[in-house]
């Protein structure tokens, strides 16, 4: 597996890396069947250190950890609790399904676009009366993943995202998953439009 251990705006040492590399390794032999790559990066907020961790795995899942501590070391091991409570529950739900990925997670290609909206103050900089027209600011490739709507459910748990935008393996559809307010999981399916 690679790993990309980074600091913004701080340094990191060689001892804080080899203890990320161990401390992670020994989560990812433990719970994760052949994984790719990790990627850690660590920053300050204020008096807190941040420690932001993905990992991707190779059935094209990801699994994602965000945790906070005043020591760097601190804010690592929350991380990697954390990521070994999501990679734990990963496993036991592909052992509860008695069903394991043989194949890679396919995919196709998207667009993502970051929106800006004016502020009252600020006029409508696009010229349309209504104000209800958008700036696109930014826009970038998003990968969309075909996956059973169990594994859109689990790749929306390990990565700690609101919601999952995927092709449905079962129905060849887009479809959405996503955390409603009071804790339970929505699906959105829509109907065959032909």
Not at 6 to 32: C, F, M, N, P, T
Not at 56 to 84: N, P, V, W
């Amino acid at each position: 597996m690679r790993y990309q251990v980074s600091g913004k705006h701080i340094e990191i040492g060689d001892a804080l890396r080899q203890h990320v590399v161990s401390g992670l390794g020994e989560v990812v032999a433990k719970y994760a069947e052949r994984p790719t790559e990790a990627i850690v990066v660590f920053s300050r907020d204020a008096h807190e250190y941040v420690c932001e961790a993905v990992i991707h795995l190779s059935t094209g899942l990801t699994s994602q950890a965000t945790a906070r501590a005043t020591e760097i070391y601190a804010a690592f091991g929350k991380c990697a609790d954390k990521m070994e409570k999501q990679l734990r529950r990963y496993k036991r739900r592909l052992k509860n399904h008695h069903r394991e990925r043989t194949q890679p997670v396919a995919s196709f290609g998207g667009s993502s676009y970051i929106l800006r909206v004016a502020d009252e103050d600020e006029g409508d900089p696009t010229g349309a009366e209504d104000g209800l027209q958008p700036i696109i600011i930014a826009e970038m490739e998003h990968k969309i993943p075909s996956l059973s709507v169990g594994e859109a459910v689990m790749q929306m748990e390990l990565a700690e995202a609101p919601l999952v935008v995927f092709r449905n393996e079962g129905q060849d559809r887009i479809n959405v998953v996503y955390r409603r307010p009071d804790g339970n999981i929505g699906w959105i399916d829509p109907a065959n439009m032909g």
